[in-house]
T-cell receptor, first 113, second 111 residues
Framework: DSGVTQTPKHLITATGQRVTLRCSPR?????VYWYQQSLDQGLQFLIQ???????AKGNILERFSAQQFPDLHSELNLSSLELGDSALYFC????????????FGEGSRLTVL | GIQVEQSPPDLILQEGANSTLRCNFS?????LQWFHQNPWGQLINLFY???GTKQNGRLSATTVATERYSLLYISSSQTTDSGVYFC?????????????FGEGTQLTVNP
């Protein structure tokens, strides 16, 4: 158990819908990272928050957004879903920003039908 | 951004065999981690090793930062070692904001 909690573990929805994925970091960690793993793209960095502020942005689509709340949990919002958004979405946390070990949650498997 | 290359892409072993997985990276790094993704999709931390050598049971890792590579050694492999092994790095400077993953090595250990 990494200490990073992600919900839901599995999600099936239809094209055009909107979903929210939730992540609770390890106790004491200030950084939260979101990654997408699809079959043809590998593990791709989406976005990072540090202590409530956006710190870095990767290949995140405009239809996707995220935020980190004062209690440090984070949510990833995916809207106008397409078939190609089907993937495993991981959240990771670390103490600092840019250094130190990252710990990953078990992932949220999204299937868009 | 920083490039991470892993080799071999696929590896098939008999139980009990030893193996070496390699990770090459294109720039200086602040952080290097090895992960095992099991068949259920979980990413399990194996090593945090920006430099030097570490051992944990049958697994060990060495990173030579000056030559920009890291090696993961698996000895006396077991069927439960099957899965994908990822190397990931935080680059220095502009690449330091995210952990960049290699494509992984798919390991299959047969009984």
């Amino acid at each position: 158990d990494s200490g990073v909690t992600q919900t839901p573990k599995h999600l099936i929805t239809a094209t055009g819908q909107r979903v929210t994925l939730r992540c609770s970091p390890r106790s004491g960690d200030l950084s939260v990272y979101w990654y997408q793993q699809s079959l043809d793209q590998g593990l791709q960095f989406l976005i990072q928050y540090y202590n409530g502020e956006e710190r870095a942005k990767g290949n995140i689509l405009e239809r996707f957004s995220a935020q980190q709340f004062p209690d440090l949990h984070s949510e990833l919002n995916l809207s106008s879903l397409e078939l190609g958004d089907s993937a495993l979405y991981f959240c990771a946390s670390s103490v600092g920003s840019g250094v130190g070990e990252l710990f990953f949650g078990e992932g949220s498997r999204l299937t868009v039908l | 951004g920083i490039q991470v290359e892993q080799s071999p892409p696929d590896l098939i072993l008999q139980e009990g065999a030893n193996s070496t997985l390699r990770c090459n990276f294109s720039d200086s790094v602040n952080n290097l981690q090895w992960f095992h993704q099991n068949p259920w999709g979980q990413l399990i931390n194996l090593f945090y090793i920006p430099s030097g050598t570490k051992q944990n049971g049958r697994l060990s890792a060495t990173t030579v930062a000056t030559e920009r590579y890291s090696l993961l050694y698996i000895s006396s492999s077991q069927t439960t070692d099957s899965g994908v092994y990822f190397c990931a790095v935080f680059g220095v400077g502009g690449s330091g904001s995210r952990l960049t993953f290699g494509e992984g090595t798919q390991l299959t250990v047969n009984p």
